[in-house]
């Protein structure tokens, strides 16, 4: 009897990542079923063992190699030094790392040249942030509501956004940007060296990168004479080259290709106005290149 291959031991990131992870999985194919206590849900997908852990702890036990595989911010494994294999960008849960003061302590829309208080959660990034700055500061680990210190308790702060909002409620400038950081799917080094393991972990890799091609693609279908369709396929972005098939009697043909969202809207009416009809738009679940 064949071997059976090895557990993969799947991390997935409770709080703010946790739902994201878990719909990117629903649209593999891949059931997270787990209540609000249970921190080992089950998986619909065999051969892996999986709990819900905070994003800092599933980077250092990836680091450690006692867990396989999982999702964690780039932000937070920057800040930690872990040595992890990156296999897949998502793109979700993007965040900008800043560094903002009070408007009123700037001059000229920088920070001042005299001793500095930074505080922030990001301790490692910011001694190196400050020294390739040459700044004279020094670092306040803050334990989350960094925003709050300043100006009483610290002159700056850096800190992760989304959006700014949070920055300017507590009438905060941004001075610098340090970095941006989105939410990454991670394998440990041990686990990408076991043959066995590296080809579980490839097949995730490939069901979670399909949704993502899905997710920036739309599949266009639609109709055209014979006489245009040069003139249409000329302005159809696809992955490799359109679909082509004959209609029926009609002397016609019918396209079909996945095209990148975000030119749909000039696309259309490029399609429309050389030729194409009765064109239809849909979203793919999937896409495996």
Do not use: H
């Amino acid at each position: 009897m064949p071997a059976q291959p090895p557990t993969i031991r799947f991390a997935i990131p409770k709080g703010r990542m946790y739902d994201a992870a878990v719909a990117l999985l629903a649209e593999a194919g891949v059931r997270v079923a787990a209540s609000s206590r249970d921190y080992r849900p089950s998986v619909s997908l065999p051969g892996f063992d999986t709990k819900i852990l905070k994003p800092r702890a599933i980077i250092e036990m990836l680091d450690a190699g006692a867990r396989d595989l999982g999702f964690a911010g780039a932000d937070w494994v920057a800040e930690d030094g872990a040595d992890l294999v990156e296999l897949l960008d998502t793109g979700l849960d993007s965040v900008r790392l800043v560094a903002a003061a009070p408007e009123s302590i700037l001059e000229g829309g920088q920070l001042p040249g005299r001793p500095l208080i930074v505080a922030t959660e990001y301790v490692s990034l910011a001694e190196r942030w400050i020294a390739d700055r040459g700044l004279d500061a020094r670092v306040l680990r803050s334990f989350g509501a960094t925003e709050v210190l300043p100006p009483e308790d610290a002159d700056c702060i850096i800190d992760n956004t989304a959006t700014g909002s949070t920055l300017t409620a507590n009438a905060l400038r941004i001075v610098d940007e340090l970095a941006t950081s989105t939410t990454r799917l991670y394998a440990s080094r041990a686990a990408m060296d076991d043959a066995r393991k590296r080809d579980g972990i490839a097949r995730f890799v490939m069901l979670t990168r399909s949704v993502l091609e899905a997710r920036r693609r739309a599949i266009v279908e639609l109709n055209v004479p014979a006489d245009k369709l040069d003139a249409v396929v000329e302005v159809l972005p696809c992955m490799r080259e359109p679909t082509v098939s004959p209609l029926r009697g009609s002397g016609g043909y019918a396209v079909k290709a996945a095209v990148p969202r975000d030119e749909l809207a000039s696309v259309i009416p490029a399609i429309k106005a050389r030729g194409g009809t009765d064109i239809l738009v849909t979203r793919p679940q999937q896409i495996v290149l």
